[in-house]
């Protein structure tokens, strides 16, 4: 069982519309991470949350800690947001990662 | 401009060749990780390293040995003994702390000839 479920694992949408990708996570966390993957394979930091929400453009990221889910939205969605959104959570020392929600965005 | 780098971007191994992956950052981060990435699975964690001169093995150590001499570099061997080497490989850092966001480089991709 892994510790980081995402879902859906795979997301079409089209342009304009409203995201969401969502992490359950099973371990006591100090913090969770949303990650973008571009298909070159490198690796950006969106989000690191401990509670609530965040927003940073389009993205609005939120956590409930009691639910141990988190969720990520994309607002306006668009061709560029194509992409592997990856959750991970860091417990203690140890850091655990989903296996990813790969996003296309059709123009 | 800040950042982490690593090199080089693709690279093929021979039976029973050891390579290094090479990993700087100018960041002036403490913490240094090495994470394995496979098709269909999350990133699976090496080795860090949470200062110079010190480092842990992390799931999947066997097969792969690192250093820490200086602050800027973390270089990744992998040996002979690790069966299944072809992954991509990412190299992160942080600052030292519970939590810290991790700044990617832009991997490395491994294959075996």
């Known amino acids: 069982k892994n510790e980081v479920e995402q879902s859906p694992q795979n997301l079409t949408a089209q342009e304009g519309e409203f995201i969401t990708i969502n992490c359950s996570y099973s371990v006591g966390i100090s913090a969770l991470h949303w990650l973008q993957q571009h298909p070159g394979g490198g690796i950006v930091s969106l989000f690191m949350?401990?509670?609530g929400k965040k927003k940073h453009g389009r993205l609005i990221a939120t956590i409930n800690i009691q639910e141990k889910h988190s969720s990520l939205h994309i607002t306006a969605s668009h061709p560029r947001d194509s992409a592997v959104y990856i959750c991970?959570?860091?417990?203690?020392?140890?850091?655990?990662f989903g296996t990813g929600t790969s996003l296309t965005v059709i123009p | 401009d800040g950042g982490i780098t690593q090199s080089p971007k693709y690279l093929f191994r021979k039976e029973g060749q050891n390579v290094t992956l090479s990993c700087e950052q100018n960041l002036n981060h403490d913490a240094m990780y090495w994470y394995r990435q496979d098709p269909g699975q999350g990133l699976r964690l090496i080795y860090y390293?949470?200062?110079?001169?010190?480092?842990q093995k992390g799931d999947i150590a066997e097969g792969y040995s690192v250093s820490r001499e200086k602050k800027e570099s973390f270089p990744l061997t992998v040996t002979s003994a690790q069966k299944n080497p072809t992954a991509f490989y990412l190299c992160?850092?942080?600052?030292?702390?519970?939590?810290?966001?991790?700044?990617f480089g832009a991997g490395t991709r491994l294959s075996v000839l």
């Open positions: 390293s949470q200062i110079v001169n010190d480092f």
């Open positions: 992160a850092s942080s600052t030292s702390g519970t939590g810290n966001i991790q700044y």
């Open positions: 949350l401990s509670s």
């Open positions: 991970a959570v860091r417990a203690g020392n140890q850091f655990y």
